[in-house]
C-alpha cells in the first residue's frame, strides 16, 4: 500500500477531489445557473456574466464542501457498500481530520465568495443549503427514516433558488418553481437507484424505501412522484416563465419518465431500474437546458 508520503501531489489531488462528489455537483450548479439566467431579462450584460460566474464559484464550493463532509461523516457506511467503498474515506486514505479541514476550506472560501461577490442573502442561504444536505439530510433523516431523501431533498433542491437570489436578491415565485420541479424529481431519481442496489443498502443498515417497505411499494412511489413531477414541469409554462419551445421538451421529458416508472411497476429488472435512474439524469439536464435556451430564444 502506498504511503502518505509517497503519494504524488496529483494524487493527492485527486483523492481530495473525489470527496466533492464531480458529476453529481456539476448538475448542482447547472440548475443554479439557469436559476440565475432566468431572473435575468435578455442577454445578460458583461458585468451579470461576470456576476454569475462568481457566484457558480461560490455555489461550487459550497456543494463540493457539503459533499466531502458527507464523506467524512459516512465513510464508515460507505466502506460497507459496493457503490461507496472505494471512495478515500472509506478506505482510510484520508483521515477523518484531512476531510473536515478540506470541507472546512472549501465552505469558508465559498461563502466568502459568495458574501463579497454575490450578495449576503446568497451565502446565508447556501449555507443553509450545506446544513440541509451535509447535517439535516446526512446525520438526523438518512440513519433515521426512509422519508430521508424526500426531505433531504429540499436542500437538493435549493440551486435554482440559490441562483435566482444571487442575480436578484430576493427569492421569487419563479425560483421556487424550479425548487418544486427538482423537489418531486429527486425520490424517483433516487429511488430507481437505490432498487437495483437494495442489497448494499440492506448491508449498510440504511434505513431505504425499497430495504424498509419493498421493490413493490418503492416502484408505486416512483410512479406516482414522476406523475405529479410531470404536471410539475408544466408550470413554468403556465406561470408565463417559458414558451412553447419549454413546453414541449418538459412533456416530452416527462412522458419518457413516467413511462420508465409504469414499465418498472409492471416488470422490474435491476437492468430497468438502473435505465430509470440514468434517464432521471437525462431528465433533470435537458428540462433545465429547455429552460435556458426557451428563455434567450423568447425573454
Ligand atoms: C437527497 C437527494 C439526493 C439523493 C439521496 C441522491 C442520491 C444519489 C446517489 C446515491 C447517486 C449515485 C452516486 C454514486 O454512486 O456515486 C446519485 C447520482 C447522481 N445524482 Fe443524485 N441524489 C440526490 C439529489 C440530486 C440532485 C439534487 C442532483 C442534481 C441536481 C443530483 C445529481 C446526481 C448526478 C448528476 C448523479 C450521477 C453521478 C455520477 O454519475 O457519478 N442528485 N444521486
Ligand atoms: C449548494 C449546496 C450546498 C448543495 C448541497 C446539496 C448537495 C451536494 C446535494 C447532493 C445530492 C446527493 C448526491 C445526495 C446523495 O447523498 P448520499 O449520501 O445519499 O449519496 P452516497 O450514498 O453516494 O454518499
Not at 458583461?46 to 456576476?51: C, R, S
Not at 461507496?84 to 474515506?89: G, I, K, N, V, Y
Not at 440551486?159 to 435566482?164: D, K, M, T
Request: proline letters at 5%.
Amino acid at each position: 500500500m502506498t504511503t502518505d508520503t509517497m503519494l504524488s501531489p496529483a494524487s493527492r489531488f485527486v483523492q481530495f477531489y473525489a470527496l466533492t462528489k464531480p458529476r453529481v455537483v456539476q448538475l448542482i450548479v447547472f440548475c443554479a445557473l439557469i436559476g440565475m439566467v432566468l431572473a435575468v431579462p435578455g442577454w445578460p450584460s458583461g458585468a451579470q456574466w461576470l456576476h454569475m460566474a462568481v457566484s457558480c464559484l461560490g455555489i461550487w464550493l459550497v456543494a463540493a464542501a457539503a459533499a466531502a463532509f458527507n464523506c467524512l461523516v459516512e465513510k464508515h457506511i460507505d466502506a460497507r457498500m459496493q457503490r461507496t467503498a472505494w471512495r478515500p474515506t472509506a478506505r482510510g486514505e484520508l483521515s477523518s481530520s484531512q476531510a473536515l479541514a478540506f470541507s472546512a476550506a472549501l465552505c469558508s472560501l465559498g461563502s466568502v465568495i459568495l458574501f463579497i461577490g454575490s450578495n449576503p442573502l446568497t451565502m446565508w442561504l447556501t449555507l443553509a443549503t450545506f446544513v440541509g444536505y451535509a447535517v439535516i439530510y446526512t446525520v438526523v433523516l438518512k440513519p433515521r427514516t426512509p422519508q430521508n431523501i424526500v426531505i433531504g431533498g429540499a436542500s437538493g433542491a435549493m440551486p435554482p433558488v440559490l441562483g435566482w437570489a444571487a442575480m436578484t436578491g430576493q427569492v421569487g415565485p419563479e425560483a421556487l418553481i424550479l425548487f418544486l420541479i427538482i423537489f418531486l424529481w429527486t425520490p424517483p431519481h433516487f429511488w430507481a437507484l437505490a432498487l437495483y442496489r437494495v442489497e448494499d443498502y440492506r448491508k449498510s443498515g440504511l434505513p431505504m424505501l425499497p430495504v424498509t417497505h419493498g421493490s413493490e411499494h418503492t416502484r408505486l412511489q416512483i410512479l406516482l412522484y414522476t406523475v405529479v413531477l410531470f404536471a410539475a414541469c408544466l408550470l413554468p409554462f403556465v406561470y408565463g416563465m417559458s414558451s412553447w419551445l419549454y413546453l414541449a421538451a418538459a412533456v416530452v421529458l416527462g412522458a419518457g419518465f413516467c413511462a420508465y416508472a409504469w414499465r418498472l411497476r409492471r416488470h422490474y429488472s435491476d437492468a430497468l431500474a438502473w435505465r430509470t435512474f440514468k434517464f432521471s439524469l437525462v431528465h433533470l439536464s435537458a428540462l433545465f437546458a429547455a429552460l435556458l435556451v426557451d428563455h434567450y430564444l423568447f425573454f
